[in-house]
């Protein structure tokens, strides 16, 4: 049972570096998501997307690109990497129809930018 | 912006203990959900209320939901010490079904 699958799990950057953070689930879920989570602010959602092929801005989406070329595959892309970009991020999936909106997280990807 | 706020903040208690945090949150919602995320790990969910359930309960798990007070709280019996981790509510405003998130409370377990 592998669930939802983050790579890697950690990472350090330099500033302006760039980066993809690999999201893959196996549970043939529709929906989506990329968090980042900050000490005391839970977690800010970045990305999601409803569906292959189809993605939104969440409520922190500047300095993030993502894509969902394949409905298993959801990329969090960093174009150029800044500090304020230092967090965890979960990547996490839920279905559209069974037991709608509960969401399954991975493991996490501690970035750091220096 | 987060929708739900959690009360406390921190908590140490004594194993064996009842623990208790609660959610408030500011909009309708069609179900408020807790999650537990272990230190350095991913958001495992608990369970689930929907808006129109008073109280729900699974294993030593008991939630109750006030919507006319937009409150929420979870109570863990008989605590042990793997309780120790963070708890996150979040409630589904029915939007894309995105989950709009508390900060948490971090519950440590003291043998």
């Known amino acids: 049972n592998a669930g939802v699958t983050q790579t890697p799990k950690f990472r350090v950057l330099k500033t302006g570096q760039s980066m993809t953070l690999l999201c893959a689930q196996d549970m043939n879920h529709e929906y989506m998501y990329w968090y980042r989570q900050d000490p005391g602010m839970g977690l800010r959602l970045i990305h999601y997307?409803?569906?292959?092929?189809?993605?939104a801005k969440g409520e922190v989406p500047d300095g993030y690109n993502v894509s969902r070329l394949k409905k298993q595959n959801f990329l969090l892309g960093l174009e150029s990497a800044a500090p304020s970009q230092t967090s965890v991020y979960f990547c996490a999936s839920s279905s559209s129809t069974i037991a709608k909106n509960i969401q399954y997280f991975g493991a996490g990807t501690r970035l750091s930018v220096l | 912006s987060q929708q739900g706020e959690e009360d406390p903040q921190a908590l140490s208690i004594q194993e064996g203990e009842n623990a208790t945090m609660n959610c408030s949150y500011k909009?309708?919602?069609?179900?408020l959900q807790w999650y537990r995320q272990n230190s350095g790990r991913g958001l495992v969910h608990l369970i689930l209320i929907r808006s129109n359930e008073r109280e729900k309960h699974s294993g030593r798990l008991r939630v109750t939901l006030d919507t006319s007070k937009k409150s929420s709280s979870l109570l863990i019996t008989a605590s042990r010490a793997a309780d120790t981790a963070s708890y996150f509510c979040?409630?589904?405003?029915?939007?894309?079904?995105?989950?709009?998130w508390g900060t948490g409370t971090k519950l440590i377990i003291k043998p």
């Open positions: 909009t309708s919602i069609n179900n």
């Open positions: 979040a409630t589904d405003v029915g939007s894309n079904y995105q989950l709009i």
């Open positions: 997307s409803v569906g292959e092929g189809t993605t």
